[in-house]
């Protein structure tokens, strides 16, 4: 039994964090899903090394340049293709899981982020373009992002709320999930048709609590706030659902928004390659893994609950960094934004080297 088949087993899905062309054609992505792979998930620094790191659109792209289509057309059109035809190879796993897994998830255009009406008019439009039931709708945590996501659950969109960094800001999103499931059943909806997951980044948190230890010369700390975030989150999710308010809504067939890790490849060479993986193992969750990291794991990752793992420790871990001046709520409101950023510099530069290759064929 491969290592995913197990991982789903103990209630944890595991998604791929990476999408090409070449992934689809090939039957490598066929294989995944024989072994157990339960989603994909995409965002615009993917996008950009699939696009302009290969010359699987070349000839794509050709066409369109003959159509007339513009950079940012001919960008969507081949990104959609791709979204599409995963997703279409995922149906079955969505199928057989009654819509718990079997997902494709695409990011709104980043430069959004800071703008709900825009989100919510690109995510209707995305979501009635792919016209599938397992495409997810990526919508950042921000504050301008929470209410375009109660507004999509709220019409039956799926969404990945992605970009979440802290407690705090995971708090608002189950919120705004819940708030969009009431929403969806007051309007009639059916609440079992529609999913959604929080995104939560892991490993930028380590890196970004790192730096200060060690300025502060305390590296027996380090290596350990982002695996303790995630784990406090974790309880903090069993409480949400397990409120009497949500009982209502799970009654009338809602499924709870699971916590989804990503960010999971270890940023530090120092810390074994499968860390953000091995650590967080618990039900009912997911974790989205890139390339290099997922053949890591398959090949010398533990498959065993570790999610709840000494949480007691997680806590003393966030008192002794508060005791340290260290303000864990600053770090990650700045790696929201600082991951905001990062998109819309991902996205910049593929519709630049899309438009460099444009010319080039054009020529």
Known sequence: MSKLIQ??????????DYIQRNLIESGELDDLIEQGLRGITSNPTIFDKAISGSNDYDNEIKEYINTGLTVDEIYEKLALKDISMAADKMLPVFRETKGVDG???????PHLAYDTEKTIEQAKRLFSTLNRPNIMIKVPATKEGLPAVKEL????????????????NYREVAEAYIQGL?????NGGDLSKVASVASFFVSRVDTAVDKILETLNRKELKGKAAVANSRLSYLLFKEIYSTER???????GAMVQRLLWASTGTKNPEYQDTLYIDELIGSPTVNTI??????????????????EKDIEGAK???????ELGIDVNEITEKLQTDGVKAFINSFDSLINSLASKVK???E
């Not at 991982?7 to 791929?16: E, I, N």
């Not at 997902?103 to 255009?109: A, F, K, L, W």
């Not at 990291?293 to 010398?300: G, N, Q, S």
């Open 246 to 252: 949500w009982k209502e809504l799970e009654n009338k």
């Open 360 to 362: 080039k064929i054009s």
């Open 182 to 186: 009431e929403q969806l059943k007051s």
């Open 153 to 168: 659950i709220g019409s039956g969109i799926n969404v990945n709320v992605t970009l979440i960094f802290s407690k705090e």
């Open 7 to 16: 991982l789903a087993k103990l209630g944890q899905s595991v998604w791929f």
């Open 103 to 109: 997902y494709v998830s695409i990011e709104v255009n």
């Open 316 to 322: 003393k871990l966030y008192t002794e960094l508060e």
């Open 290 to 307: 890139p390339p290099a990291t997922l053949k890591a794991f398959l090949d010398h990752g533990i498959v065993e609950l570790t999610l």
